[in-house]
């Protein structure tokens, strides 16, 4: 399957001051096989260590953090030479903190000896770095789960995917047939979503999303289970971590799907469950969409500390945790479940384009579901879930604070009338 991630790759390898790489991101968004991917078709020969499964190989990095000792003694424990030029690509990381403060001394080696380190829960070890972090020596860059164009590129439409990036561009309606087929599919990820063996599967089964297997959803989902016990300061944390997570379905299920802490447990506060809560966020499994104070750049220095949304990483993820059924995301199906997963879909795709997203909620009166900064001024972004539902609060954002232009995100047709472009569903990832 095609990753844009294989880009980044490129361009890190490409450049000519390259520092060791770290790859982080949730469990199963296929990171060990785009890295394993490329070191085969750019290098032929690298050398591939997994810290999880070899033990051994972490000892290495307990006797010296020198480049050329680390090289020396994995010669010896592998059994065979280790040329200049041969990359390293270090799998788990995240089990040995000498082996990402060894980072910092590769970087600094005359010899740039291409290293690449990755781990499903890095981003939690690098949240709660106990030795010296090698701050500046590395490069992070984060695989997120298969956006929606990954999935049309996967299941063959690329034809389809230019048309929509053409209509995108010229802001103009698709035929009502080709619009309605982009819907389909559309449909189907949201139940399938974007892991690597999920999309494998439907289109094993000929892109049937009756006949795909939901035991992947919940195998994966036992998996961040486990690893929410296994990784974890103490067993009462993994108990906390476990509980906001499988929260997060009955709270986006919520009118105002604002996260709140005793609706993981009774009596529940912050000072107990903020931590818990920050590690699912470094862990990648949960996306955070904090609340604003007032719509202007920066965004980040109007955030308001007590507020904020918690979606999951994967809408197929959610859709399984909810029980839905495929009829249920239709648009004339009307359930607790459904705007929430819609919405989980649409901060996915921005999140995944790189977006810093924040949401804007100054009355009752006015909620805006998304504002992003697009470089040259602050954009309102409103998600519909249907076709025919209407608001008055982005005419009234707009009213009040003139914004350049807006975005209304729904199942109807590209379009643009008085400075609110109208994008469907489907097309979020062309939003560069």
């Not at 105002?256 to 966020?281: E, G, Q, T």
Request: proline fraction near 4%; charge should be neutral; glycine fraction near 6%.
């Amino acid at each position: 399957m095609y990753r844009k991630f294989i880009e980044k790759l490129k361009d890190w390898d490409a450049m000519a001051n390259r520092k060791p790489l770290l790859v982080t991101g949730a469990r199963q968004v296929g990171k060990t096989w785009i890295i394993r991917e490329f070191c085969k078709n750019t290098y032929g020969e690298y050398i591939y260590l997994n810290l999880e499964r070899q033990e051994d190989v972490c000892s290495v990095f307990d006797v010296s953090l020198e480049p050329d000792v680390i090289v020396k003694h994995l010669e010896q424990l592998l059994g065979k030479k280790i040329a200049e030029d041969t990359p390293l690509f270090i799998d788990e990381i995240q089990k040995s903190e000498r082996a990402i403060t060894a980072l910092k001394y590769f970087c600094e080696a005359d010899n740039k000896r291409r290293v690449i380190g990755a781990g499903s829960l890095l981003g939690v070890k690098l949240a709660r770095f106990e030795s010296s972090f090698p701050v500046g020596k590395v490069d992070i860059q984060t695989l997120f789960p298969m956006d929606f164009e990954e999935f049309l590129i996967a299941c063959g439409e690329d034809v389809l995917r230019d048309g929509i990036r053409e209509a995108y561009t010229e802001m103009r309606a698709l035929p009502a047939g080709v619009h309605e087929k982009a819907l389909r599919i559309y449909h189907d990820y949201l139940m399938i979503g974007g892991m690597p063996e999920a999309v494998e599967d439907y289109l094993v089964h000929e892109k049937n999303v009756i006949a795909f297997n939901r035991s992947i959803h919940e195998n994966l989902r036992l998996a961040y289970l486990v690893d929410m016990t296994k990784y974890t300061l103490s067993a009462a944390e993994g108990v906390k971590i476990t509980e906001i997570y499988q929260s997060v379905p009955r709270q986006l299920a919520k009118e105002n799907p604002k996260f709140k802490y005793n609706d993981v447990r009774p009596r529940a506060n912050k000072r107990d469950f903020s931590a818990p809560l920050d590690w699912l966020i470094a862990s990648g499994l949960v996306i955070s969409v904090k609340k604003i104070e007032a719509p202007f750049s920066p965004l980040k220095g109007y955030e308001n500390g007590s507020g904020e949304k918690i979606y999951l990483s994967d809408a197929g993820l959610l859709s399984n945790m909810c029980g839905l059924k495929y009829r249920d995301l239709l648009p004339d199906e009307n359930n607790i479940y459904k705007g929430g997963v819609i919405e989980n879909y649409v901060v996915e795709e921005f999140r995944t384009a790189g977006r810093n997203l924040n949401y804007f909620k100054p009355s009752d009166s006015m909620e805006i579901d998304l504002v992003y900064d697009d470089g040259k001024s602050i954009v309102p972004v409103e998600i519909k879930s249907g076709r025919h539902k209407r608001s008055t609060s982005l005419k009234n954002y707009m009213e009040k604070y003139k914004p350049a232009y807006a975005i209304r995100i729904s199942e109807r047709n590209f379009g643009e009338t008085d400075g609110v472009r109208a994008i469907p569903l489907y097309a979020l990832w062309c939003i560069d």
